[in-house]
């Protein structure tokens, strides 16, 4: 009889809480959001289906030597696949917008204020130095390199901060216009831009070379993102490594997705998840994402004040990262304004510079915190 | 208790660190493209030439 009942309070349902129900809900909501609304299903859909598997009681998916442990532990905390989607994103990076017209870049700068206008924000609501900088990285809105940082510098956060980030990624078309518009005058995004130049086949390959010294030599803590990011566009602009292009931006981009999301999906439990510091987070990822819009815009209207060469006050705001969809948001604005409007590859500059703008911020951090 | 002298410190390091290097990348970039331009502009000059 003894046999029988310690067999029966070892099953999973015995051990069921409501913690794991709750838990259980939230996963359906993310799938429902990635399935039928297209919220960012690459990373979301791993995600909810890991938060899903990791809460059943007694399944030792998370014990040492479990296999969820293992995607985390070997993964994400050793630091592994951030870099190594960072290579598939180089590999799939054209430069030619900023290389055309390099001043984007400082856009792409302007947007990291709001990493830090969130960071001092979290501390105020009560958060440590080191989530406070975790949570700040969302207003990047480069999902490997938050999720990089909360390896770094907050593990137990890492779930939610992932989750923000993507979520608040998909909704960079709700964030993005009402700041901007807010911050420019029609005349402004009017404004039509012209192509400066062509870049040459020789600069586009001495860039990413460029960037990794640069980057290596100020900010040495940001050198795994960078390294490989700059690896990546090597790959692709030597035009000599297709296959290594190819493989870096399908087949091993994609493998290392599948265990990013269960391996983030599979640190939020109840216990990490269900707790009022996922309010904060969520709370400032917005505070984030508005000022970075804002400071973007902002910069770039300082800059028309001294260049010859005037930019529209709205790729500014495509500072934010989040490629290539705030460009595309900062296009359709443009095209609103004045339909003759081609804000696109003049977006992307600052979009793909506002991606080496937060990992630099990262690295800053995890100096300074790590 | 917040020790806003050292957030603060991280903060401002970190908006430097994030300036500086956007910055000298942004010189860089363009010095290069120059040095390129006009390479590419003499060679086409002896050749015409």
Redesign the interface.
């Known amino acids: 009889m003894d046999q029988i009942i310690e067999v029966f309070s070892n099953v999973g349902l015995m051990q069921l809480t409501i913690g794991h129900v709750a838990m259980w809900l939230i996963a359906f909501v993310l799938l429902y959001l990635a399935i039928k609304k297209g919220v960012e299903p690459l990373l979301l859909l791993p995600i909810a289906f890991g938060i899903f598997a990791t809460n059943f009681p007694g399944t030792g998916l998370l014990d040492e030597g479990g296999l969820f442990y293992i995607f985390y532990n070997y993964g994400i905390a050793n630091e592994l696949i951030p870099p190594l989607i960072f290579l598939g994103l180089g590999a799939m990076t054209d430069f030619g917008p900023?290389?055309s017209n390099?001043?984007t870049?400082?856009l792409?700068?302007a947007a990291?204020?709001g990493?830090?206008a969130a960071?001092?924000g979290a501390?105020l609501i009560g958060f440590t130095?080191q989530e406070?900088?975790t949570i700040g990285i969302i207003g990047g809105a480069d999902g490997p390199t938050s999720i990089y940082l909360a390896a770094n510098l907050a593990p137990h956060l890492l779930g939610t901060v992932a989750v923000a980030a993507y979520s608040y990624m998909a909704l960079v078309p709700i964030i993005i216009p009402p700041v901007a518009k807010l911050l420019t005058t029609k005349k402004e995004r009017e404004m039509i831009m012209y192509m400066v130049?062509t870049?040459?086949k020789?600069?586009r390959i001495?860039?990413p070379i460029?960037?990794s010294i640069?980057?290596m030599l100020?900010?040495p803590m940001a050198a795994p993102l960078i390294a490989m990011f700059a690896l990546g566009n090597l790959f692709m602009e030597s035009g000599v490594v297709e296959r290594l292009t190819g493989v870096s931006r399908d087949a091993l981009m994609n493998i290392v997705t599948i265990f990013l999301g269960v391996g983030v999906g599979s640190t939020m439990t109840a216990q990490t998840f269900l707790n009022p510091k996922t309010l904060g987070v969520f709370a400032m990822g917005v505070v984030a994402f508005a000022v970075a819009t804002a400071g973007g815009v902002l910069i770039a209207k300082l800059m028309n004040l001294f260049v010859k060469n005037k930019v529209n006050p709205l790729i500014g705001a495509a500072g934010v990262s989040a490629v290539p969809m705030a460009a595309r948001v900062v296009q359709n604005m443009g095209m609103e304004a004045n339909p003759q409007n081609y804000l696109l590859m003049h977006a992307m500059g600052p979009n793909v510079?506002g991606v080496?703008?937060t990992a630099?911020?990262a690295?800053?951090?995890i100096a300074?915190?790590g | 208790m917040v020790d806003w002298g050292e957030v603060t410190m991280v903060a401002v390091s970190g908006i430097v660190s994030v300036f500086a290097v956007l910055i000298i990348l942004n010189i860089a970039v363009s010095i290069t493209g120059s040095v390129l331009d006009s390479i590419t502009k003499k060679q086409s000059e002896k050749q015409s030439g």
Request: no cysteine.
């Open positions: 900023v290389l390099p001043k870049l400082l792409g700068a990291q204020l990493v830090y960071f001092f501390i130095a406070a900088a130049r870049p040459s020789t600069e001495i860039f460029l960037i640069v980057i100020l900010v510079a080496i703008g630099v911020a690295g800053a951090f300074a915190l």
